[in-house]
């Protein structure tokens, strides 16, 4: 109940193109969904969060998707560039609870020129 | 300079030697996590604490030990019970609004 599960595991997109990733949950308790961004040999980046009483945050060409009652969510970037190249995670906690955010496995995302 | 510092970025260790791996963050935050990045696995929680002086196991704390003796540093053990302990570490704050920050990382080798 605990898992978060990431699909893809890999992703390549020609540039302009609108990248896709889909993670799901079970633990209904989870109440707030990030997603970071992780580039070569450095730490992952906070992209982009939602919280489960909206169901789209948009923020510049990365939207995630929110289904409560699928218990999915998704991030899609739009006219992707090579620049978005990287490996991308969902995760998922108990906010209030403090408890820590458990991670999907990563999709690489592969951006063509 | 403002943030979480890990440190080494790199590090070499012979089997059957203890590392111990560095994280400092000057921001003022409680909670502090350790995570565990192997390829296609994405990232385990080892250790996190909430409190100076407290500190709780993750999901993967066997072969590491922590210490949280001061509220800006938590430094992460890796001991020889640790079988596989090449990987890349990372270390987290939770931030005024409730997001994880991370380090830059430290990966280590065991040769």
């Known amino acids: 109940q605990q898992q978060v599960k990431q699909s893809p595991q890999s992703l390549i997109v020609q540039k302009g193109g609108i990248s896709i990733i889909n993670c799901a949950y079970e633990?209904?308790?989870?109440?707030?969904f990030p997603w970071y961004q992780q580039f070569p040999g450095k730490g992952p980046a906070l992209l982009i969060a939602?919280?489960?009483?909206?169901s789209e945050k948009k923020e510049g060409r990365f939207t995630i998707s929110f289904n409560k009652s699928a218990k999915q969510f998704s991030l899609h970037i739009m006219d992707s560039q090579p620049g978005d190249s990287a490996t991308y995670f969902c995760a998922a906690r108990i906010f209030q609870a403090g408890t820590a955010l458990i991670f999907g496995k990563g999709t690489t995302l592969s951006v063509s020129s | 300079d403002g943030g979480i510092t890990q440190s080494p970025k790199y590090l070499f260790r012979k089997e059957g030697q203890n590392v111990t791996l560095s994280c400092e963050q000057n921001?003022?935050?409680?909670?502090m996590y350790w995570y565990r990045q192997d390829p296609g696995q994405g990232l385990r929680l080892i250790y996190y604490s909430q409190i100076v002086n407290d500190f709780q196991k993750g999901d993967i704390a066997e072969g590491y030990s922590v210490s949280r003796e001061k509220k800006e540093s938590f430094p992460l053990t890796v001991t020889s019970a640790q079988k596989n302990p090449t990987a890349f570490y990372l270390c987290a704050l939770v931030g005024d609004t409730g997001e994880l920050f991370f380090g830059e990382g430290s990966r280590l080798t065991v040769l």
């Open positions: 921001l003022n935050h409680d909670a």
């Open positions: 633990n209904t308790a989870f109440d707030y």
């Open positions: 939602i919280r489960p009483d909206v």
